[in-house]
């Protein structure tokens, strides 16, 4: 039973992943009569979303008693403020790191996105070592050299582009790359914080969501406040929402309950399987689906670098037993 939901959750995880990547790029280059959806609102959406989904599997263990349920929300949520506070550092990174995945694939393909969003492998090893002490093997520091290079590859100019459509691009590769190396330091620093916060309390993966979408609410809607208040005002928070629209919002929701089942059920190994196979995916229908990228010899390259290092990084070799008798 463990096995199969192993490679379950793997398999959601790549579904996930690689549809989440691409419904966000198409919706974000849709051309549509109208105004189009606001990423900041589609965040919050999602952060309510998420807490409606975590309470009822909060209600799920609770013997679906909504008595039960109400006394663990009171007894670890309410009564626990101070617990509940420690998750509002996280969960403000978490939404400037949501937005900044909008920015991204707004100005980035879906290949080139997937491969470069890889280095948050990196912000993470580096936040470990330094904030919970972790140690790294000979294979995880030679993954992310290998890491490094290949999404220098990946992000390396092409040649056969035309010059005046570099310079027409260049801006927006440019923001587009720089909210991406933005959200792998906040992905980094914010996973390994709330991973930090997870070892040292025994509440649960999903009441810690709840508090975590909490938080991400307010910091939502007081980014919508700022940024887009007068769009709001002018046209509705949920103008521009269409079926793809929804269908974002809702991978986007998904997002951190699939990552806390393959956490619970699989191992590291399989998981850089699976975010693998979603960056051969996205690239595959990136270029035959979308149509928004021409992959180079030095994209493969980087790609191929890339892959390596995510399974080599998960490598756990076993030491080998000695034999001789003492």
Excluded at 241 to 261: C, D, F, H, K, S
């Amino acid at each position: 039973m463990s096995t199969n939901l192993k490679y379950l959750s793997l398999g959601i995880l790549v579904f996930q992943t690689t549809s989440l990547v691409l419904t966000m790029r198409y919706s974000r280059t849709l051309k549509e009569e109208g105004p189009r959806y606001l990423s900041s609102t589609a965040v919050v959406v999602a952060e309510l979303l998420k807490i409606m989904a975590c309470i009822l599997l909060v209600y799920k263990d609770s013997k679906c008693s909504l008595r039960a349920l109400n006394r663990i929300l009171h007894d670890e949520i309410l009564n626990k403020p101070m617990e509940t506070l420690k998750l509002a550092i996280p969960s403000g990174i978490y939404t400037l790191q949501n937005n900044l995945l909008y920015v991204a694939l707004s100005n980035l393909d879906a290949a080139t996105y997937q491969v470069t969003y890889q280095l948050k492998i990196l912000t993470t090893a580096l936040f470990s070592v330094s904030m919970l002490s972790k140690k790294l093997g000979v294979y995880q520091w030679l993954s992310l050299v290998i890491l490094m290079t290949g999404v220098a590859f990946v992000q390396w100019p092409s040649d056969s582009q035309e010059l005046d459509s570099k310079e027409l691009s260049a801006g927006s590769q440019f923001v587009g790359l720089m909210a991406v190396l933005t959200a792998c330091f906040s992905s980094g620093f914010a996973g390994v914080y709330f991973e930090k916060i997870l070892k040292e309390t025994k509440q649960s993966v999903w009441i810690r969501n709840i508090q975590l979408g909490f938080f991400g609410s307010i910091f939502g809607l007081m980014g919508v406040y700022i940024y887009d208040g007068e769009l709001v005002s002018k046209n509705g928070f949920f103008q521009g929402y269409n079926r793809l629209t929804w269908i974002v919002v809702i991978l986007q929701a998904l997002g951190g309950l699939v990552i806390a089942a393959v956490i619970k059920y699989a191992d590291n190994i399989l998981k850089g399987f699976a975010t693998s196979l979603s960056i051969i995916l996205s690239t595959l229908i990136s270029y035959f689906w979308l149509q928004d990228f021409v992959p180079t010899s030095v994209f493969f390259l980087g790609a191929i670098l890339v892959i390596t290092a995510t399974f080599l990084y998960g490598y756990d070799p076993k030491p080998t037993g000695n034999p001789t008798k003492a």
